[in-house]
């Protein structure tokens, strides 16, 4: 049904650089970072299942970014490794957009997850004697059921139009994946309309999703600064701060790639930005939650010493 409107069944994928010494660097780059991204992700979800301690709200959050965060970064690099590796840049229009619909699937709900998990952390400071009430486990299943509709529901919208679009023979994207605005530069048909629908759709998405971060730290400082305990204050900075560095590099990421005047623009600029939202970021967010958190360093402590109790029996 997609090919019926256009003649292209191949895309040709341009990376990044076309020396082969980069690309050397850049494949060393991100077979590391992919490596620790699914490393440290992955740890974060057995620590959250096997410790007792870590069974609450917010670990059950950090849980499901990690499951996303390895699902994004998997969409997005071991096809580009495979790129750099065998020389082959070529992709099925297909798979381009299956690539594309979990490239934007994923990060909306993302999105949404840390809009929820901000809403976690203000009723957690704010509201202490009635979380465990509030943030229990049939509500926390449902509010990350609705963080994945939301995330369809803004990638379904546009992806009609985008299946209409024609590229007139000309087959050549310029990035390392098939994202929205390299592919809307190549199409030969009028693309302001769905411009203008990518641009409507991230808005409302990051608007809403950003509000609700704004809101929830905005009453969680002024409780914070009301707080009579210096030592309750600088927990409660320190449990949020890790929360707002990952906000700040997710929004920071897809405003500068999505909310733009024109998605054909600036498309060399977007492949850097590209490649550490896609990389670096799902590698650092890991270590940003666990640093400062005592819990999940106990936990990994705890799970260590149970392995090597198992092996040395």
Not at 1 to 14: A, E, K
Not at 113 to 134: G, Q
Not at 223 to 228: E, F, R
Request: proline share 4%.
């Amino acid at each position: 049904m997609m090919r019926n409107h256009t003649s292209v069944t191949t895309f040709i994928l341009l990376g990044l650089t076309d020396d082969p010494q980069m690309k050397v660097l850049i494949f060393i780059f991100l077979f590391v970072t992919y490596i620790l991204s699914i490393t440290g992700n992955l740890t974060i979800i057995i620590l959250t299942f096997a410790d007792s301690h870590l069974k609450t709200a917010m670990y059950f959050f950090l849980q499901n970014f990690s499951f996303l965060e390895i699902s994004f970064t998997t969409v997005c690099i071991p096809r580009f490794l495979y790129s750099l590796s065998s020389g082959d840049n070529t992709i099925s229009y297909d798979a381009c957009v299956v690539q594309l619909f979990f490239i934007i699937l994923f990060g909306a709900t993302e999105f949404f997850l840390l809009a929820v998990m901000s809403y976690d952390r203000y009723v957690a400071i704010c509201k202490p004697l009635h979380y465990v009430t509030i943030m229990n486990s049939r509500v926390c299943a449902r509010l990350v059921f609705c963080c994945w509709v939301a995330g369809f529901l803004v990638i379904i919208t546009p992806l009609c139009p985008y299946l209409s679009l024609e590229f007139c023979n000309y087959n050549v994207i310029d990035h390392f994946l098939c994202d929205a605005p390299p592919l809307l530069k190549i199409s030969c048909s009028d693309t302001w309309f769905i411009e203008q629908m990518i641009i409507a759709v991230a808005v409302l998405a990051t608007i809403m999703t950003l509000l609700c971060v704004v809101l929830s730290y905005t009453y969680i400082i002024k409780t914070i600064i009301k707080s009579p305990s210096a030592q309750q204050r600088r927990k409660a900075f320190s449990t949020c701060s890790s929360h707002m560095i990952v906000v700040s590099m997710t929004y920071g990421g897809c405003i500068f790639i999505y909310i733009k005047p024109s998605a054909k623009d600036e498309v060399a600029i977007n492949k850097g930005v590209a490649l550490l939202t896609t990389s670096f970021a799902p590698m650092l967010n890991p270590f940003i939650y666990t640093l400062r958190n005592q819990q999940v360093k106990q936990a990994f402590i705890n799970l260590i010493k149970r392995i090597s109790f198992i092996s040395n029996k």
